[in-house]
């Protein structure tokens, strides 16, 4: 049987919760399917309902839509990288252990993210 057979199946994800904050905006969140289970990751971008096209799944009508459609893209893939890098040292994949492997890398989101994290930590 092939090792991607089981491949994990992403998806973003707007307002899971069918809840806006305070600012009538909802999270963007990534959603994980594998054999029927799901799990979630946040791309920490809060849009208005008006700003997010569902049958896309992309940002619209937002100064930035570029940018985060670009941000959440890129998210998507480095969860995919992190999956792959799991099934080429021989890991049975899962939902479990791709999540904490997600939140033990600790990998910047962008140069930007890393630039700020070695500033904090400089002396």
Known sequence: MNAFTHKIVYRLVYNR???LN????????????H???????ST?????????NERKQRVVHH???KEL???LKEQLLEIERM???????????????LRSSIRRSK?????????????????
Request: proline share 4%; with cysteine.
């Open 17 to 19: 919760k069918n809840r």
């Open 22 to 33: 305070a600012k009538d905006e909802a999270l963007v969140q990534i959603e994980a399917l």
């Open 35 to 41: 054999y029927g289970r799901r799990c979630y990751f």
């Open 44 to 52: 920490h971008i809060y849009l208005k309902p008006a700003q997010w």
């Open 63 to 65: 100064p930035l839509a």
């Open 69 to 71: 459609n670009w941000k």
């Open 83 to 97: 999956e792959m890098a799991l099934w080429r040292h021989g890991f049975q994949v899962t939902l479990q252990l």
């Open 107 to 123: 990998l910047p989101h962008s140069f930007l993210d890393f630039y700020l994290s070695e500033l904090q930590t400089a002396d």
